[in-house]
């Protein structure tokens, strides 16, 4: 993924194809779900944070996916001195009910809880929280609780591709 997307547009053009593939260090470009000319069951939606520690000895990566007939959530702390990997990822039937994904990164929270694991992405004047808790998720539990400052304009990178 090569291209970088500079100038902001819309996502899809008026037959509901992706107009520009590439990537943006902002939100640039406006998704609008009711575009989407695919058969509803083949809308995927993702969203993905990856946090690295100051010094770049842990990381974080947590992620969410919509795929509409299944979905994922998933949270993965890597410890990456001693070359160690801890995951969680728990698979979502018929994720469309339960997962609402915002329009942009830029605005709006995204919420999922179950019986195994609660999983947030907060976006408040100034502050993006990321929350997670995965209880005896086949025998792993892991709780992240972090706030990053933010305000509109920071740095983020937001990927446009083709899903078929």
Same mark, same amino acid.
């Given at each position: ?5 500079? @100038? ?7 037959? #509901? ?8 260090? @902002?939100? +640039? ?35 969410l ?5 299944? #979905? !994922? ?33 830029e605005?709006?929270? !995204? !919420? ?9 992405? +907060?976006?408040t ?18 709780? !992240?609780?972090?706030h +990053? ?8 990178? =937001?990927? =446009?591709?083709?899903?078929?």
């Amino acid at each position: 993924m090569q291209n970088k997307i500079s @100038s902001a547009h819309k996502l899809l053009d008026s037959e #509901g194809k992706l107009i520009e593939s590439g990537w943006a260090d @902002s939100a +640039l470009l406006e998704y609008e779900p009711r575009s989407i000319k695919l058969n509803r069951m083949n809308m995927r939606e993702w969203d993905r944070y990856i946090v690295v520690s100051a010094s770049g000895e842990y990381a974080l990566s947590m992620w969410l996916a919509d795929k509409r007939s299944t #979905g !994922v959530v998933s949270a993965c702390f890597y410890d990456l001195k001693n070359n160690k990997q801890y995951d969680c990822f728990l698979p979502v039937i018929l994720p469309a009910a339960k997962i609402c994904m915002p329009r942009s990164s830029e605005s709006g929270s !995204v !919420v999922y809880k179950d019986r195994f694991c609660e999983y947030m992405y +907060l976006l408040t004047e100034g502050d993006r929280h990321l929350y997670c808790k995965y209880s005896h998720l086949f025998g792993t539990e892991l709780e !992240v609780n972090i706030h +990053l400052g933010y305000k509109t304009g920071d740095s983020t990178v =937001a990927v =446009a591709s083709p899903c078929c």
